[in-house]
């Protein structure tokens, strides 16, 4: 077991004898499901409307939201593969939730640039704010790239792999 693993378990409790109980720990892995989805949400949309509430104070704020929001579900998604379990290859990114989830994010985002620029840029800083616009574009396109990329990469080399598996089971069946 990995030293981030046995962290994970640590800061989970999951060697707690609760967890024993197969209905317990199914409960209870549903509702810490809701609850980090909750969290999620929580967070997104309090980050969407902090730089219009809240000025520059409620932006500079957005952007620590959004950098705890980017760790905890890094963090989650890191344990699930270190458990053996890619999300990535086991469901679908193509689903609403996940594109209206980036565009909250992007709204939160965008909203917390634009407040920020405004205040600390000058007339002559519009440029470099056009060109952090043009670069985040371009770096969230090449990121949905890379993982489209990577899930058509990780389904092709699955079906060769199931292939070569079902010769090998006809070969020993001859």
């Not at 996940?98 to 994010?105: A, E, P, W």
Request: a negative charge; proline letters at 1%; one cysteine or more.
């Amino acid at each position: 077991m990995s030293t981030f693993t046995a962290a994970m378990q640590y800061i989970g409790d999951l060697d707690d004898e609760f967890y024993d109980d197969e209905r317990q720990r199914d409960v209870w892995n549903e509702a810490s499901a809701i609850g980090f989805q909750l969290f999620v949400w929580t967070l997104l949309i309090a980050g969407s409307v902090l730089p219009w509430v809240a000025g520059v104070t409620g932006s500079w704020i957005t952007l620590g939201v959004l950098a705890v929001f980017f760790t905890v579900s890094s963090m989650v998604l890191m344990y699930a593969k270190a458990r053996g379990l890619d999300m990535y290859t086991s469901q679908s990114l193509a689903r609403p939730r996940i594109y209206l989830c980036t565009g909250v994010y992007l709204i939160a985002a965008f909203g917390a640039m634009i407040t920020l620029a405004s205040e600390y840029l000058s007339a002559g800083g519009a440029a470099v704010f056009v060109g952090m616009a043009i670069g985040a574009c371009v770096g969230v396109g090449c990121g949905v790239h890379g993982l489209v990329r990577k899930r058509r990469l990780d389904r092709e080399a699955e079906a060769a792999a199931e292939a070569t598996e079902l010769q090998e089971l006809t070969k020993e069946q001859i």
